[in-house]
């Protein structure tokens, strides 16, 4: 392979340039996010209710989702991590990217107000409410061999349930992104390493994603390899399928950052 070397002049424009991106996308974006929903959560209309499915720790579960609908996932029975996972539902070579969510919005704190996009720049899901931010989108699920390591034997893993999850909605292991881990408190120290913040956390957090796109949504309810519980004891999950609402033109996580609008825009010039 040939490498192209780059003068020092030329990275020096390539790094103001980026530099000055970087400005004008944090200078648009509002002086601070809302605040977190509040605890204890409110009451759902049961008239919104299309499906509810309660997760049990360990398990895995797939749904489809319609544009506008929005996932609801309830930690009402204690804590437990879940990660995530989403393809375009009529094209599944589109699929989740958690890099290019944090590139784009020049931050790993995905909370209330902020959008998850696709691999093809095009958002996904955006999180209309949440009671914790405590989500990570660094490090992944849990594999095999972190589960054997610090549980034994017998005990399920994100990584294969995540596998013979796509494999039933007709893909493989090669189709499968980056997870994203809801009510996973990680953060990055002082010295660059990741650190898991307990106190990040509350009882009944919850999390609401609104689609903005028709998709196939993927979970995996399986303890967080940072998880510092030595047992494995993921709680069950209730997740919902509530139906769509109407939008406001002003709506926050439409209008947030540049990079939301951009790519809301990319949502629309794909439908025509």
Not at 20 to 27: M, S
Not at 137 to 148: H, N, P, V, W
């Amino acid at each position: 392979m040939q490498h192209i070397r780059r003068s020092p002049e030329e990275i020096a424009a390539n790094r103001a340039r980026y530099q000055d991106h970087q400005r004008k996308g944090l200078e648009f974006a509002p002086k601070a996010l809302p605040t977190p929903s509040p605890l204890p959560a409110r009451e759902i209309d049961p008239a919104l209710v299309v499906h509810q499915e309660t997760l049990p720790g360990g398990w895995y579960w797939s749904t489809r989702v319609t544009k506008g609908e929005t996932l609801r996932i309830a930690q009402e029975q204690g804590f437990s991590s879940i990660a995530l996972v989403a393809w375009n539902e009529t094209d599944q070579s589109e699929r989740l990217n958690l890099v290019d969510t944090v590139k784009m919005q020049w931050t790993t704190a995905l909370s209330k107000g902020r959008v998850i996009f696709s691999d093809m720049g095009r958002v996904m899901f955006s999180v209309t409410e949440d009671s914790s931010g405590a989500h990570d989108c660094l490090m992944g699920g849990s594999t095999a061999a972190s589960t054997l390591a610090k549980y034994g034997e017998g005990k399920r893993n994100t990584r294969d349930n995540l596998v013979l999850l796509a494999t039933k909605a007709g893909m493989d292991r090669r189709d499968i992104p980056a997870a994203f881990s809801l009510f996973a408190p990680v953060r990055v120290d002082a010295d660059g390493k990741f650190a898991w913040r307990q106190e990040l956390l509350h009882d009944g957090d919850y999390v609401h994603l609104r689609a903005e796109m028709d998709m196939i949504v993927g979970f995996s309810n399986c303890p967080h390899p940072l998880d510092p519980n030595p047992h494995y004891a993921p709680n069950p999950v209730v997740i919902s399928r509530l139906a769509s609402r109407p939008i406001v033109s002003d709506d926050l996580c439409r209008t947030a950052t540049a990079e939301a609008v951009r790519g809301f825009e990319n949502n629309a010039f794909a439908n025509l």
